[in-house]
C-alpha cells in the first residue's frame, strides 16, 4: 500500500500564494506520473498539473502561467506553487501518484491523496 500526505491548503485572499506538498511513502518501488487534481463543490474533479517521472510537465490552461509543478525523485515528493489565486481555484486539492510496487506483483497503481482545501477569498 502507498500513503500519501498533503499539506499546505489554507485561506487566501485573490492575488495571494499557496503551496501544496504531498509526500508519498510505503510499497513503492517507482513512481512515474505525478499530478494535481481538484474538485470544487458541485463540479467534477478535474486535473490541475501533472508532472512525468522524467519533469516534463502539462497545465489545464486555466491555471497556465500562474501554477507550477515540481517534484523531488529522491523524497517522493509532488508541490504545487500557486500564485495569482483566483476566487474560482477554490476546491479541494488532490494529489495523485502512479507507481509500481516493490513487491510482486509489480502492477503499476494509482493512489489518491486525502484532499486539501484551498479558499481564496474576493
Known amino acids: 500500500q502507498v500513503q500519501l500526505v498533503e499539506s499546505g491548503g489554507g485561506l487566501v485572499q485573490a492575488g495571494g500564494s499557496l503551496r501544496l506538498s504531498c509526500a508519498a511513502s510505503g510499497n513503492i518501488f517507482s513512481i512515474d506520473a505525478m499530478a494535481w487534481y481538484r474538485q470544487a463543490t458541485g463540479k467534477q474533479r478535474e486535473l490541475v498539473a501533472i508532472i512525468s517521472s522524467g519533469g516534463s510537465t502539462n497545465y489545464a490552461d486555466s491555471v497556465k502561467g500562474r501554477f507550477t509543478i515540481s517534484r523531488d525523485n529522491a523524497k517522493n515528493t509532488v508541490s504545487l506553487q500557486m500564485n495569482s489565486l483566483k476566487p474560482e481555484d477554490t476546491a479541494v486539492y488532490y494529489c495523485?501518484?502512479?507507481?509500481?510496487?516493490?513487491?510482486?506483483?509489480?502492477?503499476?497503481?494509482?493512489?489518491w491523496g486525502q484532499g486539501t482545501q484551498v479558499t481564496v477569498s474576493s
Open positions: 495523485m501518484v502512479d507507481s509500481v510496487p516493490r513487491t510482486w506483483p509489480r502492477v503499476r497503481n494509482n493512489y
